[in-house]
């Protein structure tokens, strides 16, 4: 590994960062390809901890968990709440488990709440065939083939319990903390119910996978599914921009020093993102999948044909959710195929 590439992945190495303030960054592992952890942040004080996301229901994060919160005074029946961002697995599934055996609160936004009843659907429900979601709108998306794909995976067994919080939390709801007030802020785009938790007064923001640092968060890759997933996260991106600016602390990556600067610097990627798309539409790729399959992925310029089966999926629904704020802003217009998909063209100049 390169000099580069073994900096690019440092914030992940099983180490307490202490940022001041009784505030602690804890990398949690995770067992997947493209994320190696998941930042959880403790705010301490004499009292116990309260915790910023959960990390993921396996036994080497929590092992982690244990060890780090020991390093700095404090046992896991220290924590008293989980205040999660949102309800993707590798932040919330941990504060489920260990409120098995612990008194610890969880609190979630209220709009995860169509989330955690499509995923118990999903597990327990009569779609046998799709567990994996995002399968079905696949064919809408005009990529049947992916969509049987997934379907012969074997059905993952529902690893962790899909339990609700203790309290669901609504826009601008302030939590007062013992060392300081945290603000819940409605972020919606990575997922419909995403949760920032900013503290203005020490300038600091946890954002969740709202603005991560070194990848750009994947929009609406949620159970419910949000065909306006995009237009809302650029929406989210805005009313970050609105706040009083803060250091950066993300559930992937290393704490920056400026939030402000991150969001535009995405507010851009989406910008060149738009153009390409439909620049694609424009050379005649219509579905989804086939304009996915027309432009280049990742930091490194990768072919669609080169992704493995999941980031396919994913590159197919942030595509769609690209095309559908073309079709907002007037520059394609969308139709149904005799199959189904969605098909788009471009827009009849305006005169
Ligand atoms: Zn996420």
């Known amino acids: 590994m390169s000099h580069v590439a073994a900096d690019r992945y440092a914030w992940a190495e099983p180490e307490v960062e202490d940022l001041g303030g009784g505030v602690y960054r804890i990398p949690l592992p995770l067992p997947l390809d493209g994320l190696r952890a998941v930042n959880v942040y403790a ?32 046992e896991l029946g220290d924590i008293r709440n989980f205040f999660v961002t949102h309800m993707h697995i590798d932040h919330y599934s941990l504060a489920v488990e260990l409120r098995k055996n612990f008194r610890s609160v969880i609190s979630l936004g209220e709009g995860e709440r169509a989330n955690l009843i499509a995923t118990r659907e999903l597990i327990n429900g009569s779609h046998t065939r799709n567990k ?51 603000r819940a802020v409605h972020t919606p785009g990575h997922t419909r119910g995403h949760l920032i938790f900013h503290d203005a007064a020490a300038q600091i923001m946890f954002a969740g996978d709202h603005v991560l640092p070194h990848i750009t968060p994947s929009i609406g890759f949620e159970p419910a599914g949000n065909r306006m997933a995009l237009r809302d996260y650029l929406s989210s991106l805005a009313r970050t921009l609105a706040l009083p600016d803060a250091r950066l602390l993300p559930a992937h990556g290393p704490v920056t020093d400026s939030t402000h600067e991150r969001v535009n610097e ?74 189904g998909a969605d098909t788009y063209q471009a827009a009849p100049l305006a005169s």
């Open 132 to 182: 994996i979601f995002g399968s079905e709108s696949l064919r809408r998306l005009g990529a049947p083939g992916l969509a049987d794909e997934l379907s012969e995976l074997d059905g993952r067994p529902a690893i962790v319990d899909w339990e609700d919080p203790d309290r669901w939390l609504a826009d601008g709801t302030d939590l007062e903390l013992r060392t300081r007030t945290l």
């Open 266 to 339: 995405l507010l851009a990627h989406h910008d060149v993102r738009l153009a390409e798309i439909h620049q694609a539409v424009l050379a005649g790729h219509a579905t989804p999948y086939e304009v996915a399959k027309a432009i280049k992925w990742t930091r490194r310029q990768r072919l669609f044909g080169d992704l493995d089966l999941f980031s396919q999926v994913m590159s197919i629904n942030e595509t769609a959710a690209h095309l559908e704020v073309l079709a907002i802003q007037g520059q394609v217009t969308r139709e149904v195929s005799a199959d």
């Open 43 to 74: 705010i301490t004080d004499d009292g116990g901890v309260d915790l910023i996301d959960a990390g993921m229901a396996l036994v080497p994060a929590r092992e982690r968990l244990t060890a780090a919160l020991r390093q700095i005074g404090y």
